[in-house]
């Protein structure tokens, strides 16, 4: 899977649509983030939500 391809499988939701649904701004629901730098490809718990996946309130 290329870095793309990687980070591609974090949400497309927008802040608003996540919290009206429930759920973490910033993952979407997903309780992890996905990155990559330099060919590196990382999956770390949502600093936001704590790996919950639900809205802070």
Known sequence: ?????????????????AHARGLCW??????????AFGGVQRKVDCHECGGTGKAQR
Request: proline share 4%.
């Open 1 to 17: 899977m290329t870095d793309e391809q990687w980070e591609a499988q974090n949400s497309s939701l927008s802040p608003d649509e």
């Open 26 to 35: 910033c993952c979407a629901g997903n309780r992890v983030l996905y990155t």
